[in-house]
DNA sequence: GTAGGGTTAG
């Protein structure tokens, strides 16, 4: 009787994540000496896992007399709650081990939640394999996991061909798999399946709409919220307001942005932690920097993705030294930056041709936090070394670094090559590209101009034979700026807006400014075989951005 | 004792 009491109560307190009550009932255990007895271990051990007291959850599962299945499974959520997927994994062979324990469906859904997380498919598989061959292969809950794990790691098709094998598909299984085509863009799939979907929550909204900013859809993602709003009573939580504060970051939509941060004022969610970053992030993306660091100024629990978005936010407007400050500053505050802070910071060096920081800190990362460099890290630190010219030294780390570099890499180093003019490193650099096979119109189009530059007209004409072979067609630039509530979109070499006349005037305007302080535009990149007067007009798409910019500010 | 949504980069 006692003993069901005590369980019902740590059951409440795991749910709750209420640790202070969860310790008073530990307490009372421990008084009437009930601490080993029947379920209560098992039970304490859930209640510190869910209450993310991990020491407290391992010191029971130490010193349990015995252990069974529960208390292992138990051990699995603990280190899945914390953050620690590869430690959960590393139970799958302990449990054999230690105990002769065989892993049963509960263990199994945990396990793929722990590679979902780290992303891991091929482990994922795994798991996927064993399930199935298992006695537990017919449970629902232990595949709507397998679903959310192929979701996560963008293999939406997997997890539609599991999903059609639950029998009865509860509002997660759907969750998880509209989540999966959201965040891959298959939107019309998403949509599709959430209008078929029987009962909806706010989760499965939010997945929706999360998952459909995370694509890049935001508009959708904005109006699918709008019909939220319209048509149901959820409310609106943290989650799925950071969310749509994305969307307005990613569309750089101040307009909009400050509209939903008047939401989250009025729905008193602004002291978030959650939303507070994606405010921050999103006026500086929206190029509010001043709103951006008074959010920041403002909060005051800052962790380290608040500490991130301010220092990129910095650091994309140009002021790296204030970027590279406030890293000092976070230092001194105790937060500990993660490999985005460090993208950010090299990023920033690299925009101010700070070789030597930049350097320093791509070693710090590893050094001092452990951190292994990505791919990312490396092509950051390629950037900086190229663009400030140690062009040698970028050849070097391209070939040293233990990642296979791609197409984007060696174009990037050859593009540093022809600014900084070092044909000789150019030619070698190309030559190398020409063997990979470059698949990129850009790259084609760079590989022939070095080539001309250097007079070897062999090469050329087999890059043009390249060239000719493949459907030869890249993706139009385009700049998006917010005109007086509207989103105006301009792509490169085009001339149906409106006020194209008013517009060209301004340009050649702004144009001629340029020359007279002597800026003569560089237009040696362009393709070779355009006439003069075609670069110019070339050139005139580059100011086009710059030149609606400066509309956008008049009365 | 198991499964679904959130912020930072690219």
């Known amino acids: 009787m006692l003993c069901s009491h005590f369980v019902h109560h740590l059951r409440a307190c795991a749910k709750l994540s209420s640790q202070s009550l969860g310790?008073?009932?530990?307490?009372?255990?421990?008084?009437?000496?009930l601490q080993q007895?029947?379920?209560?271990?098992?039970?304490?051990?859930e209640m510190y896992g869910k209450c993310g007291v991990m020491g407290d959850a391992l010191q029971m599962f130490d010193e349990m007399p015995q252990r069974d299945i529960v208390s292992w499974a138990s051990t699995l959520t603990a280190y899945n709650h914390a953050g620690l997927p590869r430690?959960?994994?590393?139970?799958?062979?302990?449990?054999?081990?230690?105990?002769?324990?065989?892993?049963?469906?509960?263990?199994?859904?945990?396990?793929?939640?722990?590679?979902?997380?780290?992303?891991?498919?091929?482990?994922?598989?795994?798991?996927?394999?064993?399930?199935?061959?298992?006695?537990?292969?017919?449970?629902?809950?232990?595949k709507s996991s397998l679903v959310d794990m192929y979701s996560k790691c963008g293999f939406p098709h997997h997890a539609r061909t599991v999903f059609n094998l639950i029998r009865v598909k509860g509002t997660v299984s759907w969750t998880a798999l509209i989540s999966g085509y959201a965040q891959t863009g298959r939107k019309g799939d998403a949509l599709e399946l959430f209008s078929r979907m029987p009962v909806k929550n706010l989760l499965s909204w939010s997945a929706l709409i999360s998952g459909l900013v995370q694509s890049g859809h935001g508009i959708d993602a904005f109006s699918i919220f709008m019909k939220m709003r319209k048509e149901t009573d959820h409310g609106i939580d943290p989650f799925i307001l950071s969310a749509i504060i994305a969307a307005c970051a990613n569309m750089a939509m101040l307009e909009l942005g400050k509209q939903v941060h008047c939401l989250a004022l009025a729905l008193c969610l602004d002291s978030n932690l959650f939303v507070s970053n994606a405010l921050v992030d999103m006026y500086a993306k929206c190029s509010d920097l001043l709103a951006a660091k008074s959010i920041f100024t403002n909060t005051r629990e800052r962790d380290v993705v608040t500490w991130t978005s301010i220092i990129v936010g910095t650091a994309q407007h140009g002021q790296a030294k204030e970027a590279l400050s406030l890293y000092d500053e976070m230092m001194l505050d105790g937060v500990k930056p993660n490999e985005v802070t460090f993208l950010g910071l090299i990023y920033a060096c690299s925009h101010v041709g700070l070789v030597s920081k930049g350097r320093h800190l791509f070693n710090s990362m590893s050094k001092d936090y452990g951190i292994r460099p990505s791919l990312e890290h490396y092509t950051s630190l390629l950037d900086l070394l190229s663009r400030s010219g140690h062009l040698g030294e970028a050849e070097e780390l391209l070939k040293t670094m233990p990642y296979e570099p791609d197409e984007a890499a060696w174009a990037a180093l050859l593009s540093a090559c022809r600014q900084h003019k070092n044909t000789k490193v150019a030619v070698r650099v190309a030559d190398h590209l020409l063997c990979l096979g470059p698949k990129d119109p850009s790259t084609l189009i760079l590989l022939s101009n070095t080539y001309a530059a250097a007079s070897m007209w062999e090469r050329v004409s087999k890059v043009r034979k390249l060239m000719s072979v493949m459907d030869f067609r890249k993706e139009p630039g385009c700049s998006c700026i917010e005109l007086a509530k509207e989103s105006q979109v301009f792509y490169a070499g085009d001339s149906s807006h409106p006020m194209k006349d008013q517009l060209l005037g301004l340009l050649k305007e702004l144009d001629e400014e340029m020359r007279k302080r002597g800026y003569v535009p560089d237009t040696s990149y362009v393709l070779h075989d355009l006439e003069q007067h075609e670069k110019d007009l070339l050139f005139m798409d580059i100011v086009w951005a710059a030149c609606m910019l400066h509309a956008s500010k008049l009365p």
């Not at 310790?23 to 000496?33: E, T």
């Not at 007895?37 to 051990?45: A, F, I």
């Open 87 to 142: 430690r959960s994994l590393s139970i799958f062979a302990e449990m054999w081990e230690h105990d002769r324990l065989q892993p049963d469906h509960f263990v199994i859904a945990s396990l793929v939640k722990a590679c979902a997380s780290l992303g891991d498919v091929r482990l994922g598989k795994q798991v996927h394999a064993y399930f199935v061959r298992s006695p537990f292969y017919d449970d629902d809950v232990a």
């Open 23 to 33: 310790q008073k009932l530990h307490a009372q255990i421990i008084k009437l000496g």
């Open 37 to 45: 007895y029947g379920p209560l271990p098992n039970s304490l051990l």
